[in-house]
C-alpha cells in the first residue's frame, strides 16, 4: 500500500527551462493538495485539486504556474520559465476525501534553479 | 494572510528532558495539527484536534487544543535521539480558505544530546 509517490526527488532546472512535478496520490484518494516549502520556513499551501477540476487556487502565482489531476495519471505541478526564486521544496499532500480525514504527504521535490 | 506563530524556533536538550512547544494566531481555528519533519522528508502527522479544550497523547507527545481556539501546544516527554527533526504545527482557519488548505508555522527544530 504505497504512500504519496512524488517524482523527481529532485530536480535542476536552468533559468527559464521548465519544471514538471509529479505526484501520484494514495490508492484510493481522489484529493490533492500541493504545498511549497522554502528554507527554514513552513509550507505553504499553494492549490487543491479533484480529479479534473481545481478546487482552490488561492496559494498559486498568477503567473508561471499551473496544476493539473487529469482523470488518468498523476498529478502535475509545472513552472514555466523558473526563476532562482522558484528553488524549493514541493511538497504533495492526498486524501481520499473533504476535510482532513487521511490527509498524507509525499516526500516532496527539491527544485534548485541554477 | 493568516499567520501561525510558532515558537521557540530552536530547541537544545538532554535526552530525558521534557520538551513543550507552542502555535498561536489571531485568529480562530476548527483544526491543530502536529507535525514531524525529517530532513529530506514530508511531514509526518503526529497528532490531530478537532474540539476546543481536546487534550490527545500519542505515546509520549500530548496536544491540546487551547480553549479559545486560537493557540495549540505540543509536549514531549522523556526526549529520546530519535525525537530529533522539525515539528510544524498546522492548522486549519475557521473562516475562508477550502477544506484542505493548511496554515503552517515555521517549526521548531529540535535537538537532542544523548
Known amino acids: 500500500n504505497a504512500g504519496v509517490m512524488q517524482n523527481p526527488r529532485h530536480l535542476v532546472r536552468r533559468r527559464g527551462q521548465e519544471a514538471r512535478l509529479r505526484c501520484s496520490p494514495m490508492k484510493g484518494h481522489s484529493h490533492v493538495y500541493w504545498y511549497r516549502q522554502l528554507p527554514e520556513e513552513g509550507l505553504k499551501f499553494m492549490v487543491y485539486?479533484?480529479?479534473?477540476?481545481?478546487?482552490?487556487e488561492s496559494g498559486m502565482p498568477k503567473e508561471r504556474f499551473s496544476a493539473e489531476f487529469p482523470k488518468e495519471g498523476p498529478s502535475i505541478l509545472r513552472i514555466q520559465q523558473v526563476v532562482r526564486g522558484d528553488s524549493a521544496a514541493y511538497f504533495c499532500a492526498s486524501s481520499p476525501g473533504q476535510g482532513l480525514y487521511g490527509y498524507t504527504f509525499g516526500s516532496g521535490t527539491r527544485l534548485t534553479v541554477v | 494572510g493568516q499567520q501561525l506563530n510558532q515558537s521557540p524556533q530552536s530547541m537544545f536538550i538532554q535526552e530525558g528532558e521534557d520538551v513543550s512547544m507552542n502555535c498561536t494566531s489571531s485568529?480562530?481555528?476548527?483544526?491543530w495539527l502536529w507535525y514531524k519533519q525529517e530532513p529530506g522528508e514530508g511531514p509526518v502527522l503526529l497528532i490531530a484536534l478537532y474540539k476546543a479544550g481536546e487534550l490527545t497523547s500519542n505515546g509520549r507527545l500530548t496536544a491540546q487544543f487551547g480553549i479559545t481556539r486560537k493557540d495549540s501546544f505540543l509536549n514531549i516527554s522523556a526526549s529520546i535521539p530519535s525525537d530529533v527533526g522539525i515539528y510544524f504545527c498546522?492548522?486549519?482557519?475557521?473562516?475562508?480558505?477550502?477544506?484542505?488548505?493548511?496554515?503552517f508555522g515555521k517549526g521548531t527544530k529540535l535537538s537532542v544530546k544523548p
Open positions: 485539486l479533484q480529479k479534473e477540476n481545481i478546487i482552490d
Open positions: 498546522a492548522g486549519q482557519p475557521a473562516d475562508g480558505g477550502s477544506q484542505g488548505n493548511l496554515i
Open positions: 485568529s480562530i481555528f476548527n483544526t
